[in-house]
């Protein structure tokens, strides 16, 4: 089965956009992808019950703390008032997420990043607020609930001396592509070769990588990983050089 077989799906190696969450572009994805397993993206009322029932338990009526870790660093896309550097206890970041449908293919699918127990995670806390923050939050449901990957969560989030509630997207570890103990090498082979219609996992981790550091956040997971990546890369194309 081709990968997008919908002509009119933008192509390979785009920026995901407002547009892109408007348009049901991830959901086109995914409905390619079923029959080879991908697990199905949730109908419009599915997503309407999920984002009502976690609003249900929101810490204030009036305005939404959501807390960035991975793409939502470099790439929000969601409207917002105020971003702040947080810490958030309790969780870190990992590369758990298995993709076959955004940076990967059923052939060769990528990984993404996850809230996986443990340890902590540093990040940006951005504010919603205002008469548009319910469309905001549908547009992000789309994007980040698109398949039933994570858990929207209310999560205590440090802001200096100050705590706030804000929401976090915790890996569903129930999911079907839930990827638990992978080694370093192991996902730094996948980041490294991993390719899919919104581009490569390496360019995702990279990203993710430059968008931290631009906010002075140091991980020094993702240090090594860049690093074990761009080696690996090297060594890819100084092999086709010679071949």
Same mark, same amino acid.
């Given at each position: 089965?081709?990968?997008?077989?919908?002509?009119?799906?933008?192509?390979?190696?785009?920026?995901?956009?407002?547009?892109?969450?408007?348009?049901?572009?991830?959901?086109?994805?995914?409905?390619? &992808?079923?029959?080879?397993?991908?697990?199905?993206?949730?109908?419009?009322?599915?997503?309407?019950?999920?984002?009502?029932?976690?609003?249900?338990?929101?810490?204030?009526?009036?305005?939404?703390? $959501?807390?960035?870790?991975?793409?939502? $660093?470099?790439?929000?896309?969601?409207?917002?008032?105020?971003?702040?550097?947080?810490?958030?206890?309790?969780?870190?970041?990992?590369?758990?997420?298995?993709? &076959?449908?955004?940076?990967?293919?059923?052939?060769?699918?990528?990984?993404?990043?996850?809230?996986?127990?443990?340890?902590?995670?540093?990040?940006?806390?951005?504010?919603?607020?205002?008469?548009?923050?319910?469309?905001?939050?549908?547009?992000?449901?789309?994007?980040?609930?698109?398949?039933?990957?994570?858990?929207?969560?209310?999560?205590?989030?440090?802001?200096?001396?100050?705590?706030?509630?804000?929401?976090?997207?915790?890996?569903?570890?129930?999911?079907?592509?839930?990827?638990?103990?992978?080694?370093?090498?192991?996902?730094?082979?996948?980041?490294?070769?991993?390719?899919?219609?919104?581009?490569?996992?390496?360019?995702?981790?990279?990203?993710?990588?430059?968008?931290?550091?631009?906010?002075?956040?140091?991980?020094?997971?993702?240090?090594?990983? $860049?690093?074990?990546?761009?080696?690996? &890369? &090297?060594?890819?194309?100084?092999?086709?050089?010679?071949?």
């Amino acid at each position: 089965m081709p990968l997008v077989s919908d002509n009119s799906l933008p192509p390979i190696l785009m920026t995901l956009s407002r547009e892109h969450l408007q348009n049901d572009y991830f959901k086109k994805l995914a409905e390619a &992808q079923t029959d080879d397993g991908q697990p199905r993206p949730l109908t419009a009322e599915e997503l309407a019950a999920s984002m009502n029932a976690t609003l249900a338990n929101a810490p204030a009526p009036d305005h939404t703390w $959501v807390f960035g870790y991975g793409s939502l $660093v470099w790439n929000p896309l969601f409207e917002h008032d105020r971003n702040e550097l947080t810490v958030l206890h309790g969780y870190r970041r990992s590369f758990c997420l298995k993709t &076959q449908i955004s940076r990967g293919t059923p052939e060769l699918p990528g990984l993404l990043l996850g809230l996986e127990p443990g340890g902590s995670c540093r990040g940006v806390a951005y504010r919603m607020t205002g008469s548009k923050m319910h469309e905001e939050l549908a547009l992000l449901w789309r994007r980040e609930m698109l398949t039933g990957a994570y858990c929207p969560r209310w999560v205590t989030l440090r802001m200096g001396t100050e705590k706030i509630r804000g929401l976090a997207f915790v890996m569903n570890r129930k999911y079907p592509f839930y990827a638990a103990d992978h080694s370093n090498e192991e996902t730094a082979q996948v980041i490294a070769h991993a390719c899919g219609p919104l581009g490569s996992c390496a360019e995702y981790l990279f990203k993710t990588h430059a968008g931290l550091q631009a906010r002075g956040i140091r991980d020094q997971h993702l240090e090594k990983l $860049v690093a074990r990546v761009l080696e690996i &890369q &090297q060594n890819d194309a100084a092999g086709l050089t010679t071949a």
